[in-house]
């Protein structure tokens, strides 16, 4: 990380991201977020020593966001304030109630047309500043959609997380700290196994099966954007609706219920393995009428 803090909470940020990063969880967003943060503690702030709730209510409701809701920015200190609190420093936690629960939205369920167009467009992606994503994106998308997996799952996934002897992939704390392994099938783990080899090429010793060049794993904003360029470069648009990177693991779920059906098998008594093989805490139930609305 580039920037360095200087508001008088400097030492509270770094050390957090630092206890993030021990805990291999996700820091590019809060490293980017929490750079806006302390810039308007500097400005606003400058001799405040701890996260008050005044300084946090003021940078939620701060009109130069720059590009964050104040959702994103109350969940950023909410959880600073969650660890300063553990370390024994006064700070304010935000409350629960405060991030309200998001009107769901219906998944987007890809035609055959579609999800080859997609994939298409994933081979003919490129970055002259970064020719391993020539082969990175390809690969990140295909290996998320063919096993389910959540787009963090596959972003954190670690070299050592793959076994190309037995075929299978060690999901290492994923949602609720649910760890698992998944039986991978052999085309999508041989693509695997060769684009381990093309990537050791170029990045030594790397720790991230797809490492991005700062050397860690990549952000969940970059497989977003990828994504969506993928997108508008298949060429499907957006008449039907928004497709996000999440909903190629509905799909990935949708196809094996419907491939079940047809094989005429009974989904009460298969519905657990699919269950414990996405990682869900509690099996999945199919309303009654499913077989004639669809949906579940």
Request: positive net charge.
């Amino acid at each position: 990380m580039n920037y360095e803090f200087q508001s008088r909470l400097a030492g509270h940020i770094s050390s957090f991201l630092e206890h993030r990063k021990r805990m291999d969880r996700e820091i590019s967003d809060y490293q980017k977020h929490l750079k806006h943060f302390d810039r308007f503690c500097l400005q606003n702030y400058p001799d405040e020593i701890s996260l008050t709730q005044n300084l946090a209510f003021a940078w939620c409701n701060d009109a130069r966001g720059k590009g964050a809701s104040a959702t994103k920015r109350a969940c950023i200190l909410r959880n600073l304030g969650r660890y300063l609190s553990l370390a024994g420093e006064p700070a304010y936690i935000m409350p629960q109630m405060f991030f309200p629960t998001p009107k769901p939205v219906p998944p987007y369920i890809l035609t055959d047309n579609e999800l080859e167009n997609f994939f298409r467009a994933t081979d003919g992606y490129r970055l002259y500043r970064n020719p391993l994503l020539e082969y990175t994106v390809p690969v990140i998308f295909r290996l998320q959609y063919s096993c389910g997996m959540r787009p963090q799952e596959v972003r954190n996934l670690r070299r050592i997380d793959f076994n190309f002897a037995d075929k299978t992939i060690y999901i290492a704390e994923g949602k609720h700290r649910k760890d698992r392994k998944l039986a991978v099938d052999t085309n999508t783990m041989e693509l695997c196994k060769k684009y381990d080899g093309i990537a050791n090429t170029s990045i030594t010793g790397r720790k991230y099966f797809f490492q991005s060049p700062s050397g860690g794993a990549y952000s969940n904003s970059w497989l977003s954007q990828t994504f969506h360029r993928c997108w508008k470069m298949s060429g499907n648009g957006d008449d039907r609706g928004v497709c996000v990177p999440y909903d190629l693991r509905h799909n990935y779920a949708s196809r094996v219920l419907m491939c079940w059906l047809e094989e005429g098998k009974d989904l009460n008594t298969w519905l657990p393995y699919l269950s414990a093989y996405m990682g869900h805490v509690a099996s999945l139930y199919l309303c009654v009428d499913w077989k004639k609305t669809g949906k579940a």
